[in-house]
């Protein structure tokens, strides 16, 4: 006498879900927007806090607060995240990154003990407050994040997880537009004025309503809905015809962290290595680049912030550019083994980076400009490429729902590990500059 086995369970131990629902792709292209929202919003505004809280040395510190709390968050979430429920979780982390969102403006005009035109005297509670806002919200991220990468990886189709880097992508653009088209409209684009900020961050505050909103549509997540796993009795009464058990209790037995974690490894190292080598030069070294072309030269400073805008704008159109197309590598013969080649031959942008800032003027005017546009272009979308296809990757390497929905979130800590450790590594390629 056989186990009676559905064909559904039969697919889940597999690791395939069939074709995800209709709209499936889009709604986690939003989700992929709002994983990162909080944070590029931030990141877009950086100035803004730099001129409330002067002498804190805030981007720096805000920005690595932020991060170490966003890598403590997704470590623990690798570990206890399948046991976390979906929905409540989603809610809670989503809601607490839009209160945080909102209280770091506040804080940052209402708490200085002094305010003299441009002379400001920020208060220790405010900035200490404002850094725990940052904490805080990287906490959260981290827990939202986890939760949504670990969902796609489940699902078994990699269009979501491709979906959610492309959102990631998208985001980044609208972060930098929104902020400039605010500031013109107020008429003056040098200032910070209440109607610019608070309109700002209104908006990511309305992205994460509308999160909590599409939450009755994502769906279920597999450790939400799954059977518990079978024992031995279960066993012997499906042999013996009066049980029915699933095929995937039957199979499958649940490894552990480090047995999932040698499985990804090669592309957990792929996607750390791309976002190591990003931010050891991104925005730090490309933001030191000099302008040749005479529009922006003769503008003095202005001109100086316009190249540095078009540079950084380079880079998010072509980042979302190569997170949309990862097939572009796919037809290269780019397979989950080859994949480190390309990683690892975008090293040489860090040398290269580093020459276009130290040697401005090594080109006649104004190719050295020109030659700085098609680098950032190809560094972009390189990033975009090899990251989408090593988040897509990973969680491919292992084939049941609960190892990839762990796998997914393996993969976000990667992406995460490097941004702050190429962010650390930055600080080296300014010596003697």
């Not at 059977?227 to 552990?256: C, K, W, Y």
Request: glycine share 8%; net charge neutral.
């Amino acid at each position: 006498m056989t186990a009676s086995v559905s064909p559904a369970s039969v697919e889940e131990g597999r690791g395939a879900f069939g074709p995800p629902m209709a709209g499936m792709v889009p709604l986690f292209t939003v989700l992929g927007v709002l994983t990162l929202a909080a944070w590029n919003f931030y990141l877009t505004a950086v100035g803004f806090f730099a001129l409330w809280f002067p002498g804190y040395q805030w981007p720096f510190v805000a920005s690595m607060t932020y991060q170490a709390m966003n890598v403590i968050g997704t470590s623990a979430m690798v570990k206890i995240g399948q046991r976390v429920p979906f929905r409540p979780a989603y809610v809670f982390s989503l809601t607490l990154q839009m209160i945080m969102i909102l209280v770091l403006p506040m804080l940052a005009f209402w708490s200085p003990e002094k305010v003299d035109g441009e002379d400001i005297t920020p208060s220790t509670w405010g900035f200490a407050f404002a850094l725990t806002c940052c904490a805080v919200m990287g906490l959260a991220e981290s827990c939202f994040t986890s939760l949504i990468c670990g969902l796609a990886g489940s699902m078994g189709d990699p269009k979501l997880m491709g979906a959610i880097m492309a959102g990631q992508g998208i985001v980044g653009v609208v972060c930098p537009v929104l902020m400039l088209s605010l500031k013109f409209l107020s008429g003056d684009p040098m200032q910070w004025k209440y109607q610019v900020v608070f309109g700002f961050f209104g908006f990511c505050a309305a992205l994460q309503l509308l999160g909590l909103f599409l939450v009755r549509f994502v769906p279920a997540s597999h450790q939400d809905t799954r059977q518990p796993e079978a024992n031995m009795v279960d066993v012997i009464r499906s042999f013996t015809g009066s049980f029915t058990v699933d095929s995937a209790r039957l199979l499958h037995t649940p490894r552990n962290v480090k047995e999932v974690l040698k499985d990804v490894m090669p592309q957990l190292v792929n996607v750390s290595m791309i976002f190591v080598v990003t931010f050891v030069v991104f925005p730090g070294v490309a933001a030191s680049w000099a302008p040749q072309l005479e529009f922006f030269t003769s503008k003095g400073k202005l001109g100086q912030d316009w190249y540095t805008t078009l540079v950084v704008g380079i880079f998010q159109i072509f980042d979302v550019v190569g997170r949309s197309t990862p097939q572009a590598l796919q037809k290269m013969g780019v397979t989950p083994s080859r994949l480190s080649i390309p990683v690892w031959i975008r090293c040489l942008f860090i040398p290269a980076f580093m020459l276009l800032q130290r040697h401005p003027n090594s080109l006649p005017a104004p190719w050295q400009d020109y030659l700085s546009f098609l680098t950032m272009a190809l560094f972009a979308a390189s990033n975009g490429w090899c990251s989408t296809l090593a988040m897509i990757y990973g969680p491919q390497q292992v084939q049941h729902p609960d190892e990839q929905h762990r796998a997914g979130v393996i993969m976000e800590l990667g992406l995460i590990i490097g941004i702050f450790a190429g962010s650390v590594l930055a600080l080296l390629t300014q010596f003697g500059v």
